[in-house]
């Protein structure tokens, strides 16, 4: 067992009614191919503001998201949602998928992030989420994506999933509506929602949208599958790995 | 001869390309051009002993390429790269955009006044010849070259083993790694409770007017803003600590599959040549500890003399001079050439923290420096282990110098920085699991 019980050390304050214990950890993580705009889309997500100077992200980089559970409901409460964001490419040495497993420990949902324009990034989506969801049955991090693909698997997978479209603003309107039905197929398969925005313009998610409900659903799913779905049969990851392998998709 | 010469430059622009520059973009070309040049006459340099051994062009024709080479290298090595050193030091520094040239010039004469006071404490200078004579050119530049090759190749014999605990090792970085990350989240929850709270304070601002409300308005937020910032640079700090912590991550694990795949055949292979090459430095160890504490110059190699108790022992028919030759020459030169991409390996991790793109010049330029001094002062070296006949011409060819005190200086060195190396790799040992302790 990787995970440690982390005990805050740097004297935090407690402030009246918010304590922070180390139990209260949200962790979801944001998986895409190298240059789709996770960096941006955390930035956006977290802070409410337009990344200006996006780089080229080393290991990992985390943000916290305020997010009130239940919003508007007398049951509301305030959670800190952390979201990781692992840099990379599918394609990396095996040595850097093996220091990448380190950061999928006791992940509470995965945000899966793809490049509108371009469609190998969402094809690669299949191999992140087996990289996430698998990493304790593949130590060496090779990821075997051959065979059928089985849809129940995903069906029945604890771990919620989110999918983003990005640079969506970069797609001509004519071919709008192609993209639109091929993420469609896409988040079919991960029975995930989808969202498709530009990470350079916040009124994709300003309050209101149907994005910002989804988004505010997601979160809420992942907080419920956290603390009030506590089951001990439901472990992070996938019951029955020999049966899960894909097969390629519904379009090429 | 000359395209012998192309080809060597060929080979010396290749090797830049894939390995050295794999990961970033060459900017300037001159840097490549120097590299293989430098390269390309040291490969010369080695082609002509081979030559030379194997009577291969007419001997007035062999005098004249060494000299021609020689000369070139020379040039090279203490005019061109110094100076492209400085100059590229020079413009990494903002402060001396303007007058890159006068600063590079700078920089080179204080290398060329402390290249001429090397030459003082050491027993070469011979009254008989002027200033600028090659000799005088050629003694500064052996002793550095014997020094850094000595240095080098003790290191990297020793360095032939793999550290053993690497499993612990890679543990330990994950939790570190971890261990930040969390901290990286504490703090970020703070700065976005911080910021909520201002957010929620401002707004009740908005609702009182007047005066009061005002003052208050500006304290409580300069001191909340105050604590962001720095909150905000301890965050700043984390983070670029937790990315110095994945590539070390990153690398032990490199390192972890690298034995890892020793274990298979080819591993084997690998594993048994390193085995021999350690024998073969223990017993270069030997020799030079034996040569200094009975002040004795060898005049013979460990290679030639293995090779000779060899066939008399076995009665085996054996040109035992022309094999030993090569021999040594591959059996040295591979080591040095592991010690040179350990040196690599570590120097890139030191520059990686200065930023990559631009110092990555500087690396290779010196780099090629050391490398041509490396290969002129092993000709140097080379006469001991060469056999009598081939060392009259490097005899003529490189003058009058003290030659013994050379072999000498490259005993002591070898041996100091073996020792060293072992103690140091002890130490590392030992720390290692009382860090793990106190974790």
Redesign the interface.
Not at chain 2, 120 to 133: C, M, R, V, Y
């Given at each position: 067992m990787?995970e440690?019980e982390?005990t805050?050390t740097?004297g935090?304050r407690v402030?009246p009614g918010?304590k922070?214990a180390s139990l209260d950890?949200v962790k979801v993580l944001v998986l895409g191919d190298s240059g789709v705009g996770k960096s941006s889309l955390v930035h956006l997500l977290?802070q409410n503001q337009v990344l200006g100077n996006p780089s080229w992200t080393?290991?990992?980089?985390?943000?916290?998201?305020?997010h009130d559970y239940k919003e508007g409901t007398p049951e509301e409460k305030t959670f800190?949602i952390?979201l990781?964001d692992v840099g990379g490419s599918v394609g990396s040495?095996?040595?850097?998928k093996?220091?990448r497993a380190?950061?999928y420990?006791s992940v509470n949902g995965i945000i899966l992030v793809h490049d509108l324009t371009n469609k190998k990034s969402s094809q690669n989506l299949y191999r992140w989420s087996l990289e996430a969801l698998n990493k304790d049955s593949s130590p060496t991090g090779v990821i075997v994506s051959n065979g059928d693909y089985d849809a129940e698997q995903f069906a029945e997978n604890p771990v919620p999933l989110l999918l983003i479209g990005t640079k969506f603003d970069q797609i001509p309107e004519n071919k709008r509506n192609d993209v639109l039905t091929r993420t469609a197929f896409l988040s079919e398969d991960f029975n995930a929602e989808e969202i498709n925005l530009d990470c350079t313009n916040p009124r994709y998610l300003a309050a209101g949208t149907s994005n910002a409900v989804k988004l505010s659903r997601f979160f809420d799913k992942v907080i419920e599958k956290r603390y009030f779905t506590r089951d001990p049969s439901q472990m992070v990851g996938f019951t029955d790995r020999k049966r899960f392998n894909f097969k390629s998709l519904h379009y090429d | 001869m000359f395209t012998s010469q192309v080809l060597f430059f060929g080979f010396g622009w290749l090797f830049f390309m894939r390995q050295l520059f794999k990961d970033y973009e060459v900017r300037q070309y001159v840097v490549q051009v120097v590299f293989s040049v430098t390269f390309a006459f040291s490969c010369t340099m080695f082609e002509l002993i081979i030559f030379e051994i194997l009577g291969a062009l007419s001997s007035s024709s062999r005098y004249f390429h060494w000299k021609l080479n020689l000369y070139v290298i020379l040039l090279v090595l203490i005019f061109v790269v110094p100076f492209y050193i400085g100059y590229f030091v020079v413009s990494n520094i903002r402060l001396l955009q303007r007058q890159k040239l006068l600063f590079a010039c700078v920089v080179w004469f204080t290398f060329m006044y402390f290249f001429w006071k090397l030459g003082d404490p050491f027993p070469i200078l011979s009254p008989k010849h002027g200033i600028l004579s090659i000799e005088q050119l050629i003694s500064r530049v052996g002793v550095i070259g014997v020094t850094l090759m000595a240095l080098l190749s003790g290191f990297g014999a020793v360095n032939l083993y793999m550290p053993l605990c690497i499993n612990s090792d890679i543990l330990a970085l994950e939790r570190r790694l971890l261990q930040t990350m969390d901290m990286i989240v504490s703090k970020k929850k703070r700065i976005a409770m911080t910021r909520r709270q201002m957010y929620q304070r401002g707004e009740d601002q908005n609702k009182q007017t007047g005066f009061w409300g005002m003052i208050k308005s500006v304290t409580s937020s300069s001191t909340g803003s105050e604590n962001l910032s720095l909150i905000q640079q301890e965050v700043d700090a984390l983070e670029e600590l937790s990315r110095q912590l994945f590539l070390e991550t990153v690398d032990l694990q490199a390192t972890k599959e690298r034995i890892e795949y020793s274990k298979t055949f080819q591993g084997k292979y690998f594993n048994f040549l390193g085995y021999f090459f350690s024998i073969y430095c223990v017993w270069k160890i030997f020799m030079a500890t034996i040569n200094i504490v009975f002040d004795r110059v060898g005049k013979t190699d460990p290679v030639t003399r293995g090779i000779e108790i060899t066939v008399n022992y076995l009665g085996i028919q054996f040109d035992v001079k022309f094999w030993s030759q090569h021999i040594s020459f591959i059996l040295v030169g591979i080591i040095i050439v592991t010690s040179i991409r350990g040196l690599l390996i570590t120097l890139t991790k030191f520059f990686y923290a200065i930023s990559s793109s631009k110092s990555s010049n500087v690396i290779v330029l010196v780099l090629a420096q050391i490398m041509g001094m490396y290969f002129v002062s092993s000709v140097l070296l080379m006469r001991m282990s060469m056999p009598l006949e081939y060392r009259s011409i490097v005899t003529e060819v490189l003058g009058e110098l003290q030659f013994n005190f050379y072999h000498r200086w490259f005993d002591v060195i070898f041996l100091v920085s073996a020792l060293s190396s072992i103690l140091f790799l002890y130490l590392a040992h030992k720390q290692a699991p009382e860090k793990h302790m106190t974790l």
């Amino acid at each position: 067992m990787r995970e440690l019980e982390f005990t805050a050390t740097d004297g935090d304050r407690v402030l009246p009614g918010r304590k922070m214990a180390s139990l209260d950890r949200v962790k979801v993580l944001v998986l895409g191919d190298s240059g789709v705009g996770k960096s941006s889309l955390v930035h956006l997500l977290c802070q409410n503001q337009v990344l200006g100077n996006p780089s080229w992200t080393v290991g990992c980089s985390v943000d916290v998201r305020v997010h009130d559970y239940k919003e508007g409901t007398p049951e509301e409460k305030t959670f800190y949602i952390e979201l990781w964001d692992v840099g990379g490419s599918v394609g990396s040495a095996s040595s850097v998928k093996s220091t990448r497993a380190v950061f999928y420990n006791s992940v509470n949902g995965i945000i899966l992030v793809h490049d509108l324009t371009n469609k190998k990034s969402s094809q690669n989506l299949y191999r992140w989420s087996l990289e996430a969801l698998n990493k304790d049955s593949s130590p060496t991090g090779v990821i075997v994506s051959n065979g059928d693909y089985d849809a129940e698997q995903f069906a029945e997978n604890p771990v919620p999933l989110l999918l983003i479209g990005t640079k969506f603003d970069q797609i001509p309107e004519n071919k709008r509506n192609d993209v639109l039905t091929r993420t469609a197929f896409l988040s079919e398969d991960f029975n995930a929602e989808e969202i498709n925005l530009d990470c350079t313009n916040p009124r994709y998610l300003a309050a209101g949208t149907s994005n910002a409900v989804k988004l505010s659903r997601f979160f809420d799913k992942v907080i419920e599958k956290r603390y009030f779905t506590r089951d001990p049969s439901q472990m992070v990851g996938f019951t029955d790995r020999k049966r899960f392998n894909f097969k390629s998709l519904h379009y090429d | 001869m000359f395209t012998s010469q192309v080809l060597f430059f060929g080979f010396g622009w290749l090797f830049f390309m894939r390995q050295l520059f794999k990961d970033y973009e060459v900017r300037q070309y001159v840097v490549q051009v120097v590299f293989s040049v430098t390269f390309a006459f040291s490969c010369t340099m080695f082609e002509l002993i081979i030559f030379e051994i194997l009577g291969a062009l007419s001997s007035s024709s062999r005098y004249f390429h060494w000299k021609l080479n020689l000369y070139v290298i020379l040039l090279v090595l203490i005019f061109v790269v110094p100076f492209y050193i400085g100059y590229f030091v020079v413009s990494n520094i903002r402060l001396l955009q303007r007058q890159k040239l006068l600063f590079a010039c700078v920089v080179w004469f204080t290398f060329m006044y402390f290249f001429w006071k090397l030459g003082d404490p050491f027993p070469i200078l011979s009254p008989k010849h002027g200033i600028l004579s090659i000799e005088q050119l050629i003694s500064r530049v052996g002793v550095i070259g014997v020094t850094l090759m000595a240095l080098l190749s003790g290191f990297g014999a020793v360095n032939l083993y793999m550290p053993l605990c690497i499993n612990s090792d890679i543990l330990a970085l994950e939790r570190r790694l971890l261990q930040t990350m969390d901290m990286i989240v504490s703090k970020k929850k703070r700065i976005a409770m911080t910021r909520r709270q201002m957010y929620q304070r401002g707004e009740d601002q908005n609702k009182q007017t007047g005066f009061w409300g005002m003052i208050k308005s500006v304290t409580s937020s300069s001191t909340g803003s105050e604590n962001l910032s720095l909150i905000q640079q301890e965050v700043d700090a984390l983070e670029e600590l937790s990315r110095q912590l994945f590539l070390e991550t990153v690398d032990l694990q490199a390192t972890k599959e690298r034995i890892e795949y020793s274990k298979t055949f080819q591993g084997k292979y690998f594993n048994f040549l390193g085995y021999f090459f350690s024998i073969y430095c223990v017993w270069k160890i030997f020799m030079a500890t034996i040569n200094i504490v009975f002040d004795r110059v060898g005049k013979t190699d460990p290679v030639t003399r293995g090779i000779e108790i060899t066939v008399n022992y076995l009665g085996i028919q054996f040109d035992v001079k022309f094999w030993s030759q090569h021999i040594s020459f591959i059996l040295v030169g591979i080591i040095i050439v592991t010690s040179i991409r350990g040196l690599l390996i570590t120097l890139t991790k030191f520059f990686y923290a200065i930023s990559s793109s631009k110092s990555s010049n500087v690396i290779v330029l010196v780099l090629a420096q050391i490398m041509g001094m490396y290969f002129v002062s092993s000709v140097l070296l080379m006469r001991m282990s060469m056999p009598l006949e081939y060392r009259s011409i490097v005899t003529e060819v490189l003058g009058e110098l003290q030659f013994n005190f050379y072999h000498r200086w490259f005993d002591v060195i070898f041996l100091v920085s073996a020792l060293s190396s072992i103690l140091f790799l002890y130490l590392a040992h030992k720390q290692a699991p009382e860090k793990h302790m106190t974790l």
